[in-house]
């Protein structure tokens, strides 16, 4: 699965960077000694190092799958052979670019079986202290991607216990009051959780992240009826835009919390709009705002703003401030 190994594409092009920077490194030796770089004069350093990453090139789709997790025994056998293979191939691809650039005849390059032993010994300890490298790099980067995957999951289960205990107890009161509502919000709260459990992605397009919004909102409409309102505008260009995955909820939820009054419906504004590169989703409420005062933030809020962090580290901002009237909960993200 791509998940779970380098995408061939990926390492292919690291391997053609690399590559492509030491054989700079020799071409500028050579002219700083003075040699001719001309297209049918490449110097013998040069094309020792061009065969050598030709060759990886070439072994890259093999490359990808042998640095999937192994034990270290099978990772050292395996370094071992993809070494011995890798330098006959990159020799005799040295023979070939010296036959191309007419230093010896086709049929020697193609057909001369006497590699010699000591460049054999050297390319051979060579690619092996590479592959080692690239085994250590990426067991590091995919434990890095494991914990980081392993936060977000943790992060996300914390909302639906939090989202599920505040939904019940508001089920709880209408269960004597009106039983027919609470069988209702009980069956969308099912839809909710339901979906919620069959994304598995941490990320969604916004589009499909209004779904998971509008099933807890109807929930909410069940439990306030008149007293909420709500005004979602979204620009249909930013609807593809991916989002963290249950990302509103938490956002409608505080603004409804601290929205709602005995006097005066709770009402409640969901804007999504680009913003050059930037996703900006805004959620404001008609409540009392934060008066200039500290702003002390529930789960929910602390919650969002650790995901975020993880899925793109400073890139990504949410900004809590006065509306008018109310409080207002802006997040910024990039488009993806």
Known sequence: MASDTLRTSRLLAITLVVGTAFVGQEVFADLIDGKSLDALQLGPRVIVVV??????????????IALRPRPFAVHAVIGLALALVQTC??????????????????????FATRIPPFPFAWGSFTSMVLYAVLVMVYTATRFRTEL??????????????HFLFNTLNAVSVFMAED????QQML?????????????????????????????????????????????????????????????????LEN??????????????????????????????????????????????????????HHLYGSRATIDIGAAEPGARVEIRIPIQ
């Open 51 to 64: 065969g050598f990453w030709l060759a990886w090139v070439i072994l890259t789709p093999i490359l990808r």
């Open 89 to 110: 191939l990159a020799i005799k691809l040295q023979f070939l670019i010296r036959a191309i650039m007419g230093h010896t005849s086709l049929w020697t390059a193609c």
């Open 148 to 161: 980081t995957q392993s936060k977000l999951d943790t992060l996300r289960s914390q909302l639906r216990p």
């Open 179 to 182: 039983p027919t509502k609470a």
């Open 187 to 251: 069956l969308r709260l099912a839809t909710l959780l339901r979906r919620s459990l069959d994304e598995e992605a941490h990320e969604v397009p916004l589009q499909v992240e209004l779904g998971f919004a509008n099933d807890y909102l109807e929930i909410q409409r069940g439990r306030f009826g008149d007293q909420l309102v709500v005004d979602v505008t979204i620009e249909p260009e930013v609807l593809p835009a991916r989002v963290p995955v249950f990302l509103l909820q938490p956002l």
């Open 255 to 308: 603004a409804i919390e601290h929205g709602k009054s005995e006097y005066q419906a709770a009402t409640i504004a969901l804007r999504a709009a680009r913003d050059h590169d930037m996703l900006r989703i805004t959620v404001t409420d008609n409540g009392p705002g934060v008066n200039g005062g500290p702003v002390r933030e529930g789960i929910g809020l602390t919650n969002t703003r650790a995901r975020l």
